[in-house]
């Protein structure tokens, strides 16, 4: 059958009707469509199907008629499951009418026998028992009815809950993930006061309103947690919730099979606000961070070693107080992970590192953009070390302190645009690079695979547009750079000044040519020339 909901306006009227009925079988009335119509608080509520008819029909049996007494003290499991006898092969619905009933051993509900409560009924399971549902109908009010410490289970049946069936804030919540794999929150806040723990070997989804019009705010240090145990990893996925953190804690900690990195976690329509950083993410892959936006949190994410195959898509997190990632994919397990991709993610006014990102192969940065605050610790927009394969493209990174003049003054820490320390395979193309003490420093590698930084507008460097320490098998062609100071000529070398490339610790197989400087090259500079393992070709001044 198909799901079926009561709402709460009309419910109230069944528990006066029904509660004065003698302990025979008994119907549901009333007009059908406002039975089962969604409570305007939550667009997430089911539309069951309305032409089944309820309000005469004979198969509704309440349990009082078969002895339940409902009176909060004797154990009605007996009189439930002889109620659910009497239906048999030929169903109806299981009604518990105004009471509260006590269930104290196992009960099971077919899937060809509906389930419905009356609005202030209660049913109280006993720690060790179990109510399972294996119904696709379901006629609960929000109301708080399912109590006791037992376990609902309705996996087999409709597979969904509200935390308000069970009850508020976040005590509700754990007890409807343990009850189905899909949580639907409603347009209100829900208070977590202790760290929820995902269920082992499940897929949930927790669903709030659209347009972030639920809440959750915590006075917990983590508010979701999963550690992976044994079995199949699980998956966590999170939507349209707004979080706000009173406690400054994390959102989620979540920790996969450190063996085999499985376990997921997804993060859909999400607002993160004042976390001291919103999700902690180790030995996981397939992750997604889509259309989310942060304020004032430390890191939206931080992986710790074994996190793979991640996208973030549609970011932007405004004043961070550190960045939008910082993550190291090396752990005791593995030395590298992989598959990172950025498609139009922002970070905007950070104070630390946008993008802080070690020991990966493939990172992908494309449309995006890193933009610094005015801290003084800032070290980069984006800064990668002992990365395999990365890929730039029309992307945007800059630093919004004035540093160009902060530089120039001698007051500014070192600042950069895009640092690579021992990377390899990298293609840096078609982007923007403005106010940054330096634009682009290269530490070390690249070995096999070629540095190429082409095509680039890199404008109000403070001290150098490039600097090169140890580097090799670095190519600098076609990018316009319109640097702080006034150049006489192309500068390169380790002397003092406003450089277009300076170079620090011996290099070899650098390429520099075909670039646009503010300064006005001499005449001489046009020819190619070889400095130590760095080729000048020509360049062109403004």
Known sequence: MIKRIISLSVALLLVFACSACSPEVNTLSGDRLSLYAPPEESVNYLMPNIDVVIGDEEGLVDVKSHGAKGDGIADDTAAVNAAIAAMGESGGILYFSHGTYVINSNVTVPENIAFAVATSTKIKLAENATLKVNSSDLYLPKRQNLTGKGLYDFRDGVNYAFPEWFSSGGV???KAITAADTVYLSKITYNIEDKIVIPQERDIKIIGVSNYGTKIDSYSDVMFEYI???????????????VTDSAGGNFLVFNGNPETKEGTAKFNNMAFWGCEDAVILKNCSNNLFKEIYTMGTGYLAIFEGGVNDTTFEQVLCSSNKQGLIVADGANENTEKSQNLYFYFAASVWAY????NIKNYDNV???????????GETNEASIKLENVNGFTMLRSWCA???????????????IRVGVWLVNCTDITIKGNSIQNHDIAIRIDGGSGEKPIVVEGNVIQASGSADFVLNGAKNVTIRGNAMYSTGQHERLKYGDRTGNYNLKIGDPCKDILFEHNITRGVIRGDDGAKKKYNGITVGENHGL
């Open 172 to 174: 509700g919540i754990a």
């Open 228 to 242: 992976y145990e044994s079995g199949k990893a699980s998956t966590v996925e999170f939507s349209y919730i707004k």
């Open 352 to 355: 630390n590192i946008d993008y």
């Open 364 to 374: 992908q940065f494309i449309n995006s953009s890193g933009d610094l605050g005015a």
């Open 399 to 413: 630093s919004n302190s004035g540093i160009s003049y902060a530089a120039s003054a001698g007051i500014a820490k």
